[in-house]
């Protein structure tokens, strides 16, 4: 599923994810010189709470000052219970919340509705531009006619339909059955018959076939880095010329972030976030033989995500 890599989302759509602070919760902390710092914090879990909570910019000094109170938290102790729920590890997680609450969150931030607060749409914006400059990055060569392109982890099919408008010939797949037909309902919807993409409830690893381009957008984040160098891997053994992902960039900065929000797990059934350092997606890249030629930054106030295209050495 195709998630918004968002320090202040919900999982897969960013892009991409954090627990829940309480709204308006408060850290004073002690600064350099003994300066007290107050931090407040929003929901990064139930985006449906953010709206009435207030995000303030963190220095230098305050990250690094609350490097050991995040250093308590244990979210890895409920990560293993949240998968002994759904009887498996991250992949049953995410196949679990897309094909039930997070299927229905995730419908409405990538769709149309007003129904949505002020962090929803803010991250609908940030995933917008993504697939707006995936598309870019995919049409500045030539035209996409004729041209076979898998959309791993399509999700609602923001990107697959533009595709197939392109005249792209395309092959969806999600791990969640209830995104991929929500994805050939819009499709039906928007194009009719005329070169609808192929559809079909499908996880990363278990794709086959060849194409001339892979696409994998804000789907990383729901794995971490050693699941994701073999996904990496995978992805790539498809492609033929290029292979674009998009994930959730780890910096210092945003790590500490998401290690604040586990201070406050609530009781929200999201997915597990992971951030990924571009680093580590590029030697996952260079080991099965390709280099990436081109990078892109995607933020809004809620939403970051990294792009990059990689193409054979």
């Not at 994810?17 to 350099?32: I, M």
């Not at 607060?117 to 030539?142: C, F, P, S, W, Y």
């Not at 898998?150 to 792209?168: F, H, N, R, V, W």
């Not at 018959?193 to 789907?219: A, H, I, M, Q, W």
Request: charged letters at 25%; one cysteine or more.
């Amino acid at each position: 599923m195709t998630i918004a890599p968002s320090l202040l989302s919900s999982s897969s759509s960013v892009s991409q994810f954090l627990p829940r602070f309480p709204t308006a919760a408060r850290f004073n902390v002690a600064a350099s010189r003994s300066r007290a710092v107050t931090v407040v914090a929003a929901s990064v879990t139930d985006l449906s709470s953010v709206d009435s909570t207030t995000i303030a910019v963190l220095g230098g000094g305050s990250v690094a000052a609350l490097a050991t109170i995040v250093s308590l938290t244990d979210p890895e102790r409920r990560r293993k219970l949240q998968a002994e729920e759904v009887g498996g590890g991250d992949k049953e997680v995410v196949r679990e919340y897309f094909n039930s609450t997070g299927f229905e969150r995730w419908r409405k931030i990538y769709g149309e509705t007003d129904e949505v607060n002020r962090v929803q749409k803010d991250i609908r914006v940030g995933h917008a531009k993504t697939v707006e400059k995936t598309m870019l990055m995919l049409t500045e060569e030539g035209s996409l006619a004729g041209v076979t392109v898998c959309d791993a982890g399509c999700g609602t099919g923001l990107l697959s339909i533009p595709l197939a408008k392109e005249g792209a010939i395309v092959s969806a797949s999600d791990i969640s059955a209830a995104m991929v037909a929500e994805a050939e309902t819009k499709a039906k919807q928007q194009l009719g018959s005329e070169n609808l993409p192929r559809f079909e409830v499908n996880d990363l690893e278990s794709l086959s076939g060849k194409y001339n381009t892979v696409v994998c957008l804000d789907v990383l984040i729901h794995y971490p880095q050693s699941k994701a160098d073999g996904m990496i891997a995978h992805l790539a053994s498809l492609a033929e010329k290029r292979v674009i992902l998009s994930f959730a960039p780890k910096t210092f900065y945003y790590d500490i972030l998401k290690r604040i929000g586990e201070l406050f797990p609530g009781p929200s059934k999201a997915t597990r976030a992971y951030l990924h350092s571009e680093a580590d997606v590029e030697n996952a890249l260079r080991k099965v033989g390709w280099r990436i030629s081109k990078r892109g930054l995607i933020t809004t106030q809620f939403y970051f995500s990294r792009l990059i295209e990689a193409v054979p050495m």
